[in-house]
C-alpha cells in the first residue's frame, strides 16, 4: 500500500485548506485512516482521525475548524482546515491502516504514512 498526499501550501490567517491523502496498491483493504502533523523539534501529534465506519476523532485544538472525512470507494481521506491561524503551521501527514490479502493466502496488516505535505499560515 502507498499513500499519496496533496494539498498543502501558503494560506493566510483565518483561510481554508484541503488535504487529500489516497491509497493505491494491490490486495488491499483500509481501516482506520487519519492526519497527524508534526512540527520542526516535536513530535508527531494527532490531528483528526476516522474509522471505516465514519466515527470521528479529532484534536482539541482543531475541533470546531477542522473536517475529516473519507471516500471509501475510492480509499482516500480529507481534512478541510478552515479558520486557519498561524499556530497549525506544521508539515502535515496522513495514515492508514491497512490488510493485504493475496492470492496465495499470505495476509499483511499495518500501518502506512504518507509523504507530508506542508501547511504554512501567514499571520
Known amino acids: 500500500v502507498q499513500l499519496q498526499a496533496s494539498g498543502g501550501g501558503l494560506v493566510q490567517a483565518g483561510g481554508s485548506l484541503r488535504l487529500s491523502c489516497a491509497a493505491s496498491g494491490s490486495h488491499f483493504s483500509i481501516n482506520d485512516m487519519g492526519w497527524y502533523r508534526q512540527a520542526p523539534g516535536k513530535e508527531r501529534e494527532l490531528v483528526a482521525a476516522i474509522t471505516t465506519s465514519g466515527r470521528t476523532n479529532y484534536a482539541d485544538s482543531v475541533k470546531g475548524r477542522f473536517t475529516i472525512s473519507r471516500d471509501s470507494a475510492k480509499n482516500t481521506v480529507y481534512l478541510q482546515m478552515n479558520s486557519l491561524k498561524p499556530e497549525d503551521t506544521d508539515v502535515y501527514y496522513c495514515?492508514?491502516?491497512?490488510?493485504?490479502?493475496?492470492?496465495?493466502?499470505?495476509?499483511?496488516?499495518?500501518?502506512?504514512w504518507g509523504q507530508g505535505t506542508l501547511v504554512t499560515v501567514s499571520s
Open positions: 495514515n492508514a491502516d491497512y490488510v493485504e490479502n493475496y492470492p496465495d493466502g499470505t495476509v499483511v496488516v499495518g500501518r502506512k
